[in-house]
């Protein structure tokens, strides 16, 4: 059924669906190239009140005829169907499932865990590993043989490896007067890495070469969930948090970073799309007087929040473990040691976001594109 500004669609099961006509004829399939997809056209290009003449269906689509126009449009059925204004998200990438209560999880049991043989041959299982961990936003491998440069080896399978001022790697063990406090036997409180870089590193992958006995558990803590929780507890303060730009600087000898974002950073429709969170890296703020007892006390509560146990996964990576977290979104951190009793070496890199979430898109397209 066609009205000039409307085409409505009723579909087998009874629903209907509507699509704008300014829509339609800015969604021509032959203003598209027919190798790459690209448009042909820019919305310049296209009337700026188009009205449907006439709507017919024939052979599994919608041929429209256009006033003013000699040109049609024809639009498949099933297209139509998968761009419906109602439509629920398609794309499992962009499906989040949160978790608050890390206490009560274990890592190995309530996240993916599979081997990296498994995820290198079987393509199916490395979907869905994928998908878990930009769902999940954490994910562990087994097995990667416990030496420096196999951490390069695994990442093509996951995403592409980010070089920043550390080189295409980073060593996490302790050193003699640390330029970082990870190169320490401190105990580091959850935190999100490098807010002070441009673009912040999208994910982060920790390889465990040696392991401590005592103390040196990996800590993680879902970020989305816990601002969820500030925004239930204090909603004040979450906007307070989420509308307040914070400095965040790194120096060394051969560094100089420097970004400002908000701790909590919202999408255009006020949805949490990523936490920044490193009080080790925070800069003096330049905020006037009279509002900084209302910020600080945002800050704290948040940060209070972090450093509640029940809030917190806590889990000791054996060598030759490598887990992969969404540094966006989740929190780490670690307890504790000693590395004049018990060594403790892990080898790090950052992969780009949207490599990762390419790698589990394509490689679902090409599953779907295999016959059965």
């Known amino acids: 059924m066609a009205a000039p500004e409307t085409l409505t669609v009723e579909w087998?099961?009874?629903?209907?669906?509507?699509?704008?006509?300014?829509?339609?004829?800015?969604?021509?399939?032959?203003?598209?190239?027919?190798?790459?997809?690209?448009?042909?056209?820019?919305?310049?290009?296209?009337?700026?009140?188009?009205?449907?003449?006439?709507a017919v269906r024939e052979d599994g689509a919608v041929r429209i005829d256009w006033d003013g126009e000699v040109r049609t449009a024809s639009f498949k059925l099933q297209w139509l169907r998968a761009h419906r204004p109602e439509a629920p998200?398609?794309?499992?990438?962009?499906?989040?499932?949160?978790?608050?209560?890390?206490q009560r999880l274990d890592a190995r049991r309530d996240f993916a865990w599979t081997s990296v043989a498994t995820l290198s041959a079987v393509p199916s299982a490395r979907l869905t590993w994928l998908t878990r961990l930009v769902q999940d936003g954490l994910a562990f491998l087994e097995e990667v043989p416990a030496r420096e440069g196999a951490i390069l080896e695994v990442m093509p399978l996951i995403g592409r490896v980010l070089?920043?001022?550390?080189?295409?790697?980073?060593?996490?063990?302790?050193?003699?007067?640390?330029?970082?406090?990870?190169?320490?036997?401190?105990?580091?409180?959850?935190?999100?890495?490098?807010?002070?870089?441009?673009?912040?590193?999208?994910?982060?992958?920790?390889?465990?070469?040696?392991?401590?006995?005592e103390g040196g558990e990996s800590l993680f803590a879902d970020g989305f969930a816990l601002a969820a929780q500030l925004h239930s507890e204090a909603p004040d303060d979450f906007a307070l948090l989420a509308g307040t730009t914070v400095p965040f600087l790194y120096r060394s000898q051969d560094a100089e970073l420097y970004a400002e974002r908000p701790l909590i950073q919202l999408s255009t429709t006020g949805v949490v799309r990523a936490v920044h969170y490193n009080s080790r890296s925070i800069a003096p703020l330049s905020i006037a007087p009279a509002a900084a007892a209302r910020f600080y006390a945002a800050y704290?509560?948040?940060?209070?929040?972090?450093?509640?146990?029940?809030?917190?996964?806590?889990?000791?990576?054996?060598?030759?473990t490598l887990?992969?977290?969404?540094?966006?979104?989740?929190?780490?951190?670690?307890?504790?040691?000693?590395?004049?009793?018990?060594?403790?070496?892990?080898?790090?890199?950052?992969?780009?976001?949207?490599?990762?979430?390419?790698?589990?898109?394509?490689?679902?397209?090409?599953?779907?594109?295999?016959?059965a």
Request: charged residues 25%.
């Open 12 to 54: 087998a099961d009874g629903a209907r669906s509507e699509y704008s006509s300014l829509w339609l004829r800015d969604n021509v399939p032959e203003d598209r190239d027919a190798y790459s997809g690209q448009r042909l056209v820019d919305i310049a290009d296209v009337p700026a009140s188009p009205r449907i003449r006439s």
């Open 323 to 371: 887990v992969v977290f969404d540094n966006q979104r989740i929190l780490h951190g670690r307890t504790a040691f000693s590395s004049a009793r018990f060594a403790r070496h892990l080898r790090g890199c950052y992969l780009s976001r949207d490599s990762v979430y390419s790698q589990s898109a394509l490689l679902r397209r090409r599953l779907a594109e295999v016959p």
């Open 163 to 213: 070089e920043t001022n550390y080189g295409l790697t980073f060593d996490v063990r302790s050193v003699a007067q640390p330029e970082n406090l990870a190169y320490s036997d401190l105990g580091l409180g959850l935190h999100t890495d490098n807010p002070y870089r441009e673009p912040v590193p999208g994910f982060q992958a920790l390889h465990a070469l040696v392991t401590s006995n």
């Open 89 to 102: 998200v398609q794309r499992p990438e962009l499906q989040v499932r949160t978790w608050l209560e890390g």
């Open 300 to 320: 704290r509560r948040f940060a209070s929040l972090l450093r509640e146990p029940r809030y917190q996964l806590h889990t000791r990576l054996g060598a030759g």
